[in-house]
């Protein structure tokens, strides 16, 4: 805490002798929010969006997810099922900073989706409910953080509800995710007896009850915690836990290292009540502060600092348009380094073709706006006809093949049966579109006239059927298939593989880039498998370069 500063952030560490890209990326925060569903994110989301003045309306978020939905019929799915399965970035500034904050879909279905979105971004929030603490969504999605050493800020929600205690809360996130803590503010009272919290950043008391509608309190700024103010401010109790409780916890957890934030290893946890608007500024502020502003970005050839003078950046996401009679797609392209402007001349690696970006666009909170120019750091969306595909570096013409963009493992097999047989062939293009956006994996296999398509959870499958039908005109259904699990398959030398693939062809199968990946029809089938052709690797996973 103690290195913490209390002035208002301004771009850290750039000064005005940095060129114009190192300056744009200081000011950069590209973070995403993880949590387990209901926890809070969307509300936190609004709010976060709110003290950015991108929105002027509490409701707006989800006025806008309503309107979207009325016009997709495939989005139906989510409407019904109250989830939320697709995922926007929102552009906002707060006190000196670009925030991008990129939303992931909540759904454990979805959290493929999820987990690419954060090979996009520099930290994150995870919110956590009061009352339930750490849950097995937040959990997974934190892993995810943790293998690229992430920084974490955490927000604890719902302290106006029956809460657990805050050591308690402190504990648990310490043990279950094995991170140092430390609390960023204290909680004074919770549920109906939530007064407000203690900055313990700014040394600043701020109340719940003036906190009241959209402009909430600045506060009142104190020397320390013996300032004789709390006694005025406060009930007797309140004073006296509050000051107990913070000598306590100043004694349990370790003060505020930045260093160790910025590796992952800990992480300042602020309390509030999104819905209340409490606590929402205080985490803001701290993270212009102290969340890192883009991150060098890992190639199979090198690290991009993002200061580089040149553009370069990956394709994370490809999201089909909303109107669902038009084709088109948009792919979200993190910028990984340089200035870019609309118009440019990019480099698509995979395929060395040029592609001029005309049309690039900028996720505001309730608008797309056209980019005219971007920075490292920066998301932006190109609208294309299906060139784009995940994982796609775009360069200035250098070589790169951004890495850590995973492909995972569908864990859930089913056969795609056509209620219209002359439809075969849009079949066919309506999978290959799929599995090139990323929306599943899809299997051709080398036997039958059968696609097998493959998630990572179940309500993929409802979500495909429906986009089949509606954006295709294709009716299809799903079935169980006797196959339960897929294996990219890889080998030193080619003749092996190509050997292995000749004897196998029952089981062997294609994916869409004609990938070659075995089809098991139980674990013994693949263990054995494996165990026969040692010089072949089964992959759970293949890496999108
Ligand atoms: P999610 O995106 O993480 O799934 O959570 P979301 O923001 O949708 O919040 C889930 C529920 O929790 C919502 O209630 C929301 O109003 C409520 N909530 C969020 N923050 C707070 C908070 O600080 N305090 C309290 N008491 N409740 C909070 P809902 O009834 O499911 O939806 P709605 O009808 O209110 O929209």
Redesign the pocket.
Known sequence: MDSLSSTPATAPNATSADGPVAQAVAKRRTFAII????????????KLLLFGGAIQLAGAV?ARGDRRRARSDWMKVEQERGI?VTSAVMTYDYAGCTFNLLDTP?HEDFSEDTYRTLTAVDSAVM?IDAAKGIEAQTRKLFEVCRLRDMPIATFV?????EARDPFELLDEVEQTLALDVTPASWPIGMGKSFLGCYDLIRDRLILVARSKGEKPDEGELCSGLDDPKLDELLPGWAVTELREQVEMARGLCPPFDLQAYREGTLTPVYF?????N?GVRELLQGLAEIAPAPRPQPTAERAIAPEEGKVSGFVFKIQANMDPKHRDRIAFFRLASGHFKRGMKLRQVRTGKQITLHNPVLFMAQDRETAEEAWAGDIIGIPNHGNLHLGDALTEGEELHFTGIPAFAPELLQRVRLTDPLKAKHVGRALQQLAEEGAARVFKPRLGSDWIVGVVGALQFDVLADRIRTEYDVPVIFEPTTWITARWLEAEDAQSLKAFCDANQASLADDHDAQPVFLARNTWHLDDAAKTNPEIRFLKTRERV
């Open positions: 949590s387990h569903p209901d926890a809070g994110k969307t509300t936190l989301t609004e989800k939320s909540g919110v929600n719902k302290m106006d509800r509030g009540s999104a819905l209340n409490f």
